[in-house]
Nanobody, 121 residues
Framework: QVQLVESGGGLVKPGGSLRLSCAASGSMLSIRAMGWYRQAPGKERDLVARLISGGSANYADSVKGRFTISRDNAKNTLYLQMDSLEPEDTAVYYC???????????????WGQGTLVTVSS
Protein backbone atom coordinates (compact mmCIF):
# COMPACT_ATOMS: atom_id res chain seq x y z
CA GLN A 1 0.00 0.00 0.00
CA VAL A 2 1.29 3.43 -0.96
CA GLN A 3 0.90 6.42 1.34
CA LEU A 4 1.55 10.13 0.97
CA VAL A 5 2.12 12.19 4.11
CA GLU A 6 2.15 15.99 3.89
CA SER A 7 3.70 18.39 6.38
CA GLY A 8 4.66 22.04 6.66
CA GLY A 9 1.33 23.80 6.73
CA GLY A 10 0.45 26.48 9.23
CA LEU A 11 -0.42 30.12 9.80
CA VAL A 12 1.63 32.77 8.02
CA LYS A 13 1.24 36.50 7.45
CA PRO A 14 0.71 37.95 3.98
CA GLY A 15 4.02 38.21 2.18
CA GLY A 16 5.48 35.34 4.16
CA SER A 17 6.76 31.93 3.09
CA LEU A 18 6.11 28.28 3.82
CA ARG A 19 7.53 25.04 2.48
CA LEU A 20 5.31 22.00 2.20
CA SER A 21 6.67 18.47 2.06
CA CYS A 22 5.08 15.23 0.86
CA ALA A 23 6.77 11.92 1.61
CA ALA A 24 5.76 8.81 -0.32
CA SER A 25 6.16 5.37 1.18
CA GLY A 26 5.09 1.81 0.42
CA SER A 27 5.56 -0.78 -2.30
CA MET A 28 6.33 1.16 -5.46
CA LEU A 29 8.17 0.51 -8.68
CA SER A 30 8.18 4.16 -9.65
CA ILE A 31 6.38 7.48 -9.31
CA ARG A 32 5.47 8.86 -12.72
CA ALA A 33 4.16 12.22 -11.59
CA MET A 34 3.61 14.16 -8.39
CA GLY A 35 1.78 17.37 -7.72
CA TRP A 36 0.08 19.72 -5.31
CA TYR A 37 -3.58 20.64 -5.31
CA ARG A 38 -5.53 22.90 -2.99
CA GLN A 39 -9.09 23.32 -1.87
CA ALA A 40 -10.38 26.51 -0.30
CA PRO A 41 -13.60 26.51 1.77
CA GLY A 42 -16.62 26.17 -0.47
CA LYS A 43 -14.53 25.69 -3.61
CA GLU A 44 -13.37 22.82 -5.76
CA ARG A 45 -9.97 21.20 -5.51
CA ASP A 46 -7.64 22.82 -8.05
CA LEU A 47 -4.17 22.12 -9.38
CA VAL A 48 -1.41 24.25 -7.87
CA ALA A 49 1.68 22.70 -9.43
CA ARG A 50 2.68 19.37 -10.91
CA LEU A 51 5.91 17.61 -11.90
CA ILE A 52 5.95 14.87 -14.52
CA SER A 53 8.66 12.44 -15.59
CA GLY A 54 11.56 14.31 -17.12
CA GLY A 55 11.20 17.17 -14.70
CA SER A 56 8.66 19.33 -16.52
CA ALA A 57 6.57 21.48 -14.20
CA ASN A 58 3.14 23.02 -14.63
CA TYR A 59 1.84 25.81 -12.40
CA ALA A 60 -1.52 27.43 -11.93
CA ASP A 61 -1.45 30.99 -13.26
CA SER A 62 -2.26 32.35 -9.80
CA VAL A 63 0.97 30.96 -8.29
CA LYS A 64 3.46 31.40 -11.15
CA GLY A 65 6.52 33.29 -9.98
CA ARG A 66 5.65 32.77 -6.30
CA PHE A 67 5.58 28.98 -5.82
CA THR A 68 8.25 26.45 -6.77
CA ILE A 69 7.72 22.70 -6.95
CA SER A 70 10.63 20.30 -6.58
CA ARG A 71 11.29 16.65 -5.86
CA ASP A 72 13.98 14.63 -4.14
CA ASN A 73 13.84 11.29 -5.95
CA ALA A 74 16.19 9.59 -3.51
CA LYS A 75 13.81 10.40 -0.65
CA ASN A 76 10.57 10.02 -2.66
CA THR A 77 9.65 13.45 -1.34
CA LEU A 78 7.90 16.32 -3.06
CA TYR A 79 8.22 19.94 -1.97
CA LEU A 80 6.32 23.14 -2.57
CA GLN A 81 8.12 26.35 -1.72
CA MET A 82 5.54 29.09 -1.33
CA ASP A 83 6.73 32.70 -1.25
CA SER A 84 4.88 36.02 -1.24
CA LEU A 85 1.84 34.31 0.18
CA GLU A 86 -1.52 36.02 -0.14
CA PRO A 87 -4.77 35.55 1.79
CA GLU A 88 -6.19 33.97 -1.37
CA ASP A 89 -3.69 31.12 -0.96
CA THR A 90 -5.52 29.97 2.18
CA ALA A 91 -6.62 26.39 1.60
CA VAL A 92 -6.02 22.76 2.42
CA TYR A 93 -3.11 21.61 0.27
CA TYR A 94 -3.10 18.02 -0.96
CA CYS A 95 -0.27 15.97 -2.40
CA UNK A 96 -1.07 13.71 -5.35
CA UNK A 97 0.98 11.05 -7.08
CA UNK A 98 0.68 8.68 -10.02
CA UNK A 99 2.39 5.56 -8.70
CA UNK A 100 3.29 2.27 -10.35
CA UNK A 101 2.78 -0.40 -7.71
CA UNK A 102 4.60 -3.71 -7.42
CA UNK A 103 2.07 -6.53 -7.07
CA UNK A 104 0.08 -6.23 -9.20
CA UNK A 105 2.06 -3.97 -11.49
CA UNK A 106 -0.30 -1.15 -12.28
CA UNK A 107 -0.56 2.63 -12.03
CA UNK A 108 -2.73 4.09 -9.31
CA UNK A 109 -3.53 7.61 -8.14
CA UNK A 110 -2.79 8.36 -4.50
CA TRP A 111 -3.78 11.37 -2.37
CA GLY A 112 -2.40 12.59 0.91
CA GLN A 113 -4.56 13.65 3.85
CA GLY A 114 -3.96 17.36 3.29
CA THR A 115 -2.28 20.12 5.25
CA LEU A 116 -3.90 23.46 6.08
CA VAL A 117 -2.27 26.70 5.01
CA THR A 118 -3.74 29.89 6.44
CA VAL A 119 -2.51 33.28 5.27
CA SER A 120 -3.76 36.02 7.55
CA SER A 121 -2.54 39.07 9.40
Amino acid sequence: QVQLVESGGGLVKPGGSLRLSCAASGSMLSIRAMGWYRQAPGKERDLVARLISGGSANYADSVKGRFTISRDNAKNTLYLQMDSLEPEDTAVYYCNAAVVTTFPVREIEVWGQGTLVTVSS
